[in-house]
T-cell receptor, first 117, second 113 residues
Framework: DAGVIQSPRHEVTEMGQEVTLRCKPISGHDYLFWYRQTMMRGLELLIYFNNNVPIDDSGMPEDRFSAKMPNASFSTLKIQPSEPRDSAVYFC???????????????FGAGSRLTVL | AQTVTQSQPEMSVQEAETVTLSCTYDTSENNYYLFWYKQPPSRQMILVIRQEAYKQQNATENRFSVNFQKAAKSFSLKISDSQLGDTAMYFCAFMPGTYKYIFGTGTRLKVLA
């Protein structure tokens, strides 16, 4: 498996523009998480899905942020309109519920570094 | 509130020496999982080691081992025979039964040649 795949790796945009980050989880994983990492706030959970259904979005900072998971192999995190304070690294992670050594382990993508000017 | 605390923002160790990174957590749950993740400069988050709270035996993975003290809610990571490639940010994480993984603020470890 290629692991969790995120795109783009880097995004530079201007304030007010729409940003869409994409994630392909590991095949067979039924949980998907979106995290944001900044120096000031560390790793923050934004939202997570189970079987494509959003379970907890209490970490989404405001209405400008939205996330979707239309199917088991794809999720998006959208920011509209973007602001400079949204600059961060956004991670997608997935996990499965099967037993064994991988049970309950979060596998992260490489992250998307967003810079809003 | 369920929290994870890493009290050492930065640490350094000489190559081939041993270093211990501390982590404490707070929860009223009895069953949960604990993890250490490594984030090198490439920023990829990599699992180092995992511990299940109901297992008394401390987890080990090659040069990495943990000291899990459930009553004290402590979960430290020991790195033996430190290597230059161990230089990274290390995050302690905790997962109670809700599947919300809670991360500490990290410890930046530098291995010196």
């Amino acid at each position: 498996d290629a692991g969790v795949i995120q795109s783009p790796r880097h995004e530079v945009t201007e304030m007010g523009q729409e940003v869409t980050l994409r994630c392909k989880p590991i095949s067979g994983h039924d949980y998907l998480f979106w995290y944001r990492q900044t120096m000031m706030r560390g790793l923050e959970l934004l939202i997570y899905f189970n079987n494509n259904v959003p379970i907890d979005d209490s970490g989404m900072p405001e209405d400008r942020f939205s996330a979707k998971m239309p199917n088991a192999s794809f999720s998006t995190l959208k920011i509209q309109p973007s602001e400079p304070r949204d600059s961060a690294v956004y991670f997608c992670a997935s996990r499965g519920t099967s037993g064994g050594a991988g049970a309950n382990v979060l596998t992260f993508g490489a992250g998307s570094r967003l810079t809003v000017l | 509130a369920q929290t994870v605390t890493q009290s050492q923002p930065e640490m350094s160790v000489q190559e081939a020496e041993t270093v211990t990174l501390s982590c404490t957590y707070d929860t009223s749950e009895n069953n949960y999982y604990l993890f250490w993740y490594k984030q090198p400069p490439s920023r990829q988050m990599i699992l180092v080691i995992r511990q299940e709270a109901y297992k008394q035996q401390n987890a080990t993975e090659n040069r990495f081992s943990v000291n899990f003290q459930k009553a004290a809610k402590s979960f430290s990571l020991k790195i033996s025979d430190s290597q230059l490639g161990d230089t990274a940010m290390y995050f302690c994480a905790f997962m109670p039964g809700t599947y919300k993984y809670i991360f500490g603020t990290g410890t930046r470890l530098k291995v010196l040649a």
